[in-house]
């Protein structure tokens, strides 16, 4: 890996800001109120957008409430939302213009959980709404790097899913993904693997930011 980028967009959920069991828990209940099984929603939602996930288990004329019914239960449980270790000393040690956010979430949705675990809110936030298709296409990360003003390629990509891993690949990004929601052997598509971002840190330089991992 080059450890010189001009900027790195971060994924949110399970990179950024730990809210695992609060999103297993509001996929539950929807699962449950809407006769699915539970297990066979928990292994595709992680990373993916909540519509691309609810299209998998219910039918098109369901489609729209159901998303808004999931929308619904994850804003009304923040409980247990932190920032990840290292994802504050990070974010604080990055200019506005050197990082940037995508995520499969909706927008009101990420602002309440960054709020809730005392994150900034970034000034360049790709959310699900803003994209015609999600992770794992690349199109979130295509658009966040220009947004910041430089080419994906010369960005860092800091994921926690395989979807994700797989649209910051195809951004044509370099990749570090963080070990906190899946198993080491489910992200070895990424260029190097973390337990979380407190084992990364950053220097901003006249080149751009410099990226030291161990």
Wanted: hydrophobic fraction near 45%.
């Amino acid at each position: 890996m080059d450890p010189h980028v001009q900027a790195i967009l971060f994924d949110i959920d399970g990179t950024l800001v730990d809210s695992t069991k609060a999103v297993e828990r509001s996929w539950r209940t929807w699962a449950r109120e809407y006769h699915v099984d539970a297990e066979a929603v928990l292994q595709v939602c992680h990373g993916r957008r909540t519509e691309d996930v609810v299209a998998q288990f219910v039918s098109l004329q369901q489609q729209a409430a159901a998303v808004a019914r999931e929308l619904a239960l994850e804003m009304a449980d923040l409980d247990g939302v932190a920032a990840l270790p290292g994802s504050r000393q990070m974010l604080d040690a990055l200019p506005r213009r050197r990082w940037a956010a995508v995520t499969s979430g909706e927008r009101l949705l990420m602002t309440a959980r960054l709020e809730a675990s005392g994150l900034p809110v970034p000034h360049t936030l790709v959310s699900a709404e803003d994209v015609a298709t999600g992770k794992p296409s690349p199109e979130g990360y295509l658009k966040a790097a220009a947004a910041l003003g430089f080419e994906a390629r010369h960005c860092l990509v800091v994921e926690d899913s395989p979807a994700g891993i797989s649209a910051g690949r195809a951004a044509g990004a370099q990749v570090v993904a963080v070990s906190t929601t899946h198993n080491v052997a489910e992200l070895v598509s990424a260029h190097a693997v973390v337990t979380d971002l407190s084992c990364i840190s950053v220097e901003v330089t006249d080149r751009g930011v410099a990226v030291l991992m161990p």
